[in-house]
């Protein structure tokens, strides 16, 4: 028996409404993952992700560049329909929203200044230590619940986090493996890259709870999407470098 569809579109003059376009969150400050290009439009992984779903659903994409603490919150109002920006799925944001199935690997990591005493994360929770984290990262939520006797200085851009540490202002800067240590190849001088992940995380897409047949979908796309290669182009693309050093180094940082 064919499906409704197949017998309207026999009807002469009816058309099929098209499908409404897949408004996809990021937050275009984080290369190579989500970031602009010299024309400035969206470019980077994610970017490249969101449009391989667009086609996987039929959907036209639209990138909406929204700050990143206020990702869920515009999933939640509807101003978008998911979020593709590089985020961890943690048990406080599962509160709020679902998630698709895992696409990366990561943890996190620290940033050092060369000259300060921290090791490991078990020294950033002492008198005297300053501690910068990004606004609405899993970083910040690991340092406000973790970190009691350090000062904790929450920054809204991964730059002036990264400024305060190489200026030695800051002890360390709590973030990503790939950001540490992108950040550390740029300042070797001035910074150290402690990379062995203190907490193991899991990046993946965030969806609105109810939207279950989006969800579905969302993972079937990533399971052939992986299965077709899909993932390893785009590591090989924007990251052939930091993709065999973190797999070398037994770090997990990759798809």
């Known amino acids: 028996m064919r499906p409704l569809l197949a017998w309207l579109l026999l009807i002469p ?26 024309q400035g439009r969206p470019a980077g992984v994610s970017v490249k992700l969101a449009e391989a779903l667009g086609r996987h659903l039929g959907r036209e994409v639209v990138i909406e560049n929204i700050a990143f603490d206020g990702l869920v919150t515009a999933l939640k ?11 961890t799925a943690t048990p406080e944001r599962r509160k709020s929203i679902a998630f698709s199935a895992p696409y990366l690997k990561t943890g996190l ?5 060369v000259n300060s005493p921290v090791q490991a994360a078990a020294d950033l929770d002492a008198p005297g230590r300053v501690v910068a984290v990004k606004k609405g990262t899993t970083g910040h939520q690991y340092a406000a619940t973790a970190l009691k006797r350090a000062r904790v200085l929450v920054l809204d851009k991964e730059a002036a986090a990264v400024l305060e540490v190489v200026q030695g202002k800051a002890d360390a800067f709590i973030y990503d493996s790939l950001s540490v240590f992108q950040n550390h190849r740029r300042h070797p001088a001035q910074t150290r890259a402690i990379l062995a992940p203190f907490r193991e995380e899991t990046w993946a897409i965030g969806l609105r709870h109810g939207d279950d047949e989006l969800r579905r979908r969302v993972d079937e796309f990533l399971e052939t999407f992986r299965a077709a290669g899909g993932f390893e182009r785009l590591g090989d693309e924007f990251l052939a470098e930091e993709k065999a050093f973190f797999k070398a180094e037994g770090l997990p940082f990759y798809f």
Do not use: H
């Open 77 to 87: 109002t509807r101003k978008i329909d998911c979020v593709i920006s590089s985020m």
């Open 13 to 38: 003059g009816f058309v099929a409404a098209a499908e409404p376009p897949l408004r996809v969150g990021m937050e275009l400050s984080y290369p190579p993952f989500e970031m602009t290009d010299p």
């Open 109 to 113: 990591a620290l940033l050092v200044a």
